[in-house]
Antibody, heavy 124, light 110 residues
Framework: QTQLQESGPGLVKPSETLSVDCHVSGDSIGSTSYYWGWVRQPPGQGLEWIGSFYYNGRTYFNPSLKSRVTISKDTSTNQFSLKLASVTAADTAIYYC????????????????WGQGTLVTVSS | QSGLTQPPSASGTPGQGVTISCSGTSSNLERNYVYWYQQLPGAAPQLLIQRNSQRPSGVPDRFSASKSGTSASLDIRGLRSDDEATYFCAAWDDSLNSRVFGGGTKLTVL
């Protein structure tokens, strides 16, 4: 059974870069069967897709965040990372990593496995 | 960023049925699949319905969904206390070139 586990700093200062990692067990991020991505949820609010990547390194981003987002992967540790630059209080959210089947990526919105999420607060 | 529209709340009594709606546009729901997620308090979302009406393995058949044009709905039969959660709809949006979510409907089982 695939498990995803986020880890993050908890607190980030405004204008700095937020960095969150996701460790995957039970599956390989090098698999062609899945895309891997990030979704965030401000406290008490709805969900927002941030971006995703495929095993070959291709990345795909929400256009509203694209200019500030970097997603990278480390196949040797089966881990991937999110970096969000120039953060403001509006970036305070629970950040989830999630898995999306390849057959459902293009034109779909089905994430079938999620981490438990990590809360990142942007505050000075 | 524009998304999908859901009522903020819904309620029902144990054993009853409830319907949660999701409204979109021609660039999302009309052209693409709708998905539904259940988020229990303090937990991560879980995929409840995929591709308009398909239940992933393990989801009870008390949960069903449909889509017509720019609207979709999630039906829950035989309400249980542990159905109390927030339900989100989601779809791909061709105009935004992004996945979009509804704001969520908090279901209370009275």
């Amino acid at each position: 059974q695939t498990q995803l586990q986020e880890s993050g700093p908890g607190l980030v200062k405004p204008s700095e870069t937020l960095s969150v990692d996701c460790h995957v067990s039970g599956d390989s991020i090098g698999s062609t069967s899945y895309y891997w991505g990030w979704v965030r949820q401000p406290p008490g609010q709805g969900l927002e897709w941030i971006g995703s990547f495929y095993y070959n390194g291709r990345t795909y981003f929400n256009p509203s965040l694209k200019s500030r987002v970097t997603i990278s992967k480390d196949t040797s540790t089966n881990q991937f990372s999110l970096k969000l630059a120039s953060v403001t209080a509006a970036d305070t959210a629970i950040y989830y990593c999630a898995r999306q089947p390849t057959y459902d990526f293009w034109g779909g919105a089905g994430f079938d496995s999620w981490g438990q999420g990590t809360l990142v607060t942007v505050s000075s | 960023q524009s998304g999908l529209t859901q009522p903020p709340s819904a309620s029902g009594t144990p054993g009853q049925g409830v319907t949660i709606s999701c409204s979109g546009t021609s660039s999302n729901l009309e052209r693409n699949y709708v998905y539904w997620y259940q988020q229990l308090p303090g937990a991560a979302p879980q995929l409840l319905i995929q591709r308009n009406s398909q239940r992933p393995s393990g989801v009870p058949d008390r949960f069903s969904a449909s889509k017509s044009g720019t609207s979709a709905s999630l039906d829950i039969r035989g309400l249980r206390s542990d159905d109390e959660a927030t339900y989100f709809c989601a779809a791909w949006d061709d105009s935004l070139n992004s996945r979009v979510f509804g704001g969520g409907t908090k279901l209370t089982v009275l």
